[in-house]
């Protein structure tokens, strides 16, 4: 029995992120509560979201015990305070991110009302700031030790960066449907297209320049910290007030302009000599 799990450990892993996460949502908000309504529900979300986070992370564990047994954890944890990388990768895991996104939103602001309103109304106050990178970081850390400690490692060993990080794309998107499905999302055409570009127009491309990072620097804290940069900016930066419209044409923007970031970052490493990871 042991065996056929270690055989199949990446389908296990991804099993078990799905239904714990899901799972501790339908019996948290209850199975009459699906979709999730954001309004009647609103004093119960912060839980919802909290819940989600033991999929990946109790997921990733249970799958390196199975597969590396005590191994698997003193490796998880060596990349996890893997830290002596050079400055430019922190700076690209803590600044890229808020920095891009600030930069295609003041973009967009020339041409969408709705965007420029929303900037302007932001509520960007220290509490809001601090919260935000707390929250993010924990997001990262609860995510990343499955989807960067196991998943991504055991992938690598077959695929290539772009292959193991749209395959992880997709599913990272897929998983978070359970808080993106809305009543209408599957009647209604601007719901139903809202809902495709949470879940798909961004995440995955996002997710391939996250496995790069962590291939070039066989770091697991600087996937956490990309991660804690993307909960910042989606959380602090990107106007909460976007709706229908404003808010597609933000996501899929932004997904496009990380699709093109893709696209060079591949033919820049394709014309370059595969290096090891850079240590100070």
Known sequence: MNQFFSRHALLLYFMMAFFISWGAIVLLAG???LPIDPVGSQNLLPVL???MLFGPAIGGLVAIGITEGKAGFRILLSRLFQWKVKFGWY???LLGTPLLASLILMTLSVWFPDIRAGIIQSNRSVVVILTGLMTGFLVGLFEEIGWSGFAIPHLLKKYRVISCGLMVGILWGLWHFILFWEKDSFSNTIAFTL???RLF???PPFRILMVWIYQRTQSLLLPI???MSLVFTTTVIV???LSDGALITW???WGLVLWLIVIAGSFVRSAQPVRLPVTE
Do not use: F, G, K, Q
């Open 239 to 241: 106007p909460m007030t």
């Open 251 to 253: 996501l899929v923007v």
């Open 91 to 93: 700076a690209l895991a």
């Open 201 to 203: 127009a961004w995440l």
């Open 31 to 33: 199975a009459d509560n």
């Open 49 to 51: 979201y909290v819940s």
């Open 225 to 227: 910290l990309t991660h």
């Open 195 to 197: 809902l495709m570009a």
